[in-house]
């Protein structure tokens, strides 16, 4: 999920360092296990997707479209789920919608055809969009009450999972079968959320808590000029020119490695892996450049970062290259994102935070049959450069935004 909350934010210690009562560190932990077990299983489909291509024996356009109903459903539950959030409260809905992405994720792998596996990723996207909604309503309502910029302790948990969820399914790869494999997580979600989601609804949701420091803080009652509100939009641009970039990695990376670089099964699993192992340690520093460089330096860099890597990891001619392309290409989008969302919130508060978050979601809706239709026409490699392309334009953005967030009326 998109990293919400991050201005300022840094890694907190360990639990003794809150100081806060032993009830919202219990809440803490149940809320990062859901944050790990989100990234670990939406990793463990993304290495068995060669596979699953395979099986269904869809061509590059073909998967890229049905690979769209993860992102669709995803984007179509969010509203929903927040309805369903502001009835049922967060935790209920969490522990619900882990439920539902864990038995969604065996799915795949029973599918036959390109439309069969898409109409079974809409179900997969939607447990992943409602937990993902969820669980970060949740972890705001913690991060009020610990009056801590926990928030990217959280995300950092879910790349954990994800770089973990990689590596299992790349070591599991050559022997198992993709059915066994996602058969398996479901088992592991289900019985991870039974341990943690017990946890959680023992839980009333903190409320009447002082915003924590750092949080985005909603402007006053002055209505937004509409030059205020355009860059608000150009905020989320940025948001979708990086976001593109994840969505890529995610759905492309293995079957890239495999492909085009003629990679074994297990190494191929390895390119989401580095990528998730890159992502987890820039956003564990990323409060440490915020605070040395600034915000748009820390976005023109990252994103200038990701765009060079990506050209390397697209146009490589070897596995080691591309994989070390896909590493500095994680590292560099790691912070893009939460930079673009602190700016939209600093400018307009939750609206413009939910701005940007949407149209970061549209990045993720867009790329997957767009890089499959140009892997059709022209090349996977050439497809992946559009990633490079989004985000040398993200860091043009930033750059040309620098001094837009302070002029605004």
Not at 17 to 24: M, Q, T, V
Not at 35 to 48: K, M, P, T
Not at 62 to 83: H, Y
Request: one cysteine or more; aromatic letters at 4%.
């Amino acid at each position: 999920m998109p990293n919400l909350n991050k201005r300022r934010a840094a890694v907190s210690g360990g639990p003794r360092a809150d100081g806060a009562p032993p009830s919202l560190l219990r809440l803490r932990i149940a809320i990062t296990v859901f944050f790990a077990l989100d990234g670990f299983l939406f990793a463990g489909w993304v290495v068995r997707i060669p596979a699953v291509k395979q099986q269904t024996g869809a061509s590059a356009s073909a998967l890229g479209l049905a690979l769209l109903g993860v992102s669709a459903g995803a984007v179509i539950t969010m509203v929903l789920t927040g309805r369903l959030c502001r009835r049922f409260g967060n935790h209920p809905v969490t522990v619900a919608c882990g439920v539902l992405l864990s038995l969604s994720i065996a799915l795949p792998a029973q599918t036959h055809s390109a439309l069969a596996l898409g109409l079974v990723l809409l179900v997969f996207g939607a447990g992943y969009g409602g937990v993902n909604v969820a669980m970060n309503s949740a972890a705001v309502d913690l991060v009020t009450a610990l009056r801590r910029p926990v928030m990217p302790s959280f995300h950092a948990a879910f790349s954990l999972g994800g770089m973990v969820g990689a590596g299992a399914g790349g070591l599991v790869a050559d022997r198992v079968s993709a059915a066994a494999h996602l058969t398996g997580l479901t088992v592991i979600g289900l019985v991870v959320t039974a341990v943690a989601g017990r946890e959680l609804l023992r839980h009333r949701p903190p409320s009447g808590a002082v915003p924590s420091r750092g949080a985005v803080r909603t402007p006053g009652s002055k209505r937004l000029s509409p030059r205020s509100r355009r860059l608000m939009l150009v905020f989320g641009l940025i948001a979708l020119c990086t976001t593109y970039g994840e969505g890529a990695m995610a759905d492309w990376s293995a079957l890239h490695l495999k492909q085009d670089l003629h990679a074994q099964p297990g190494v191929a699993a390895a390119a989401y892996s580095v990528f998730a192992l890159a992502m987890t340690i820039g956003r564990l520093t990323g409060t440490a450049l915020l605070e040395r460089l600034g915000q748009t330096r820390t976005l023109v860099a990252g994103a200038a970062l990701a765009a060079a890597g990506m050209l390397l990891g697209a146009l490589a001619t070897n596995t080691w290259s591309a994989l070390l392309g896909f590493a500095v290409a994680g590292l560099g989008l790691a912070n893009s994102f939460p930079v673009a969302v602190a700016r939209a919130g600093a400018l307009a508060g939750p609206n413009g935070v939910a701005t940007a978050s949407t149209l970061g979601y549209g990045g993720m809706l867009l790329g997957p049959p767009v890089i499959g239709i140009l892997a059709d026409r022209l090349s996977l490699p050439v497809a992946l450069t559009t990633v490079a392309l989004l985000a040398a334009t993200a860091a043009l953005i930033g750059c040309a935004t620098r001094h837009a967030s302070s002029s605004a009326g």
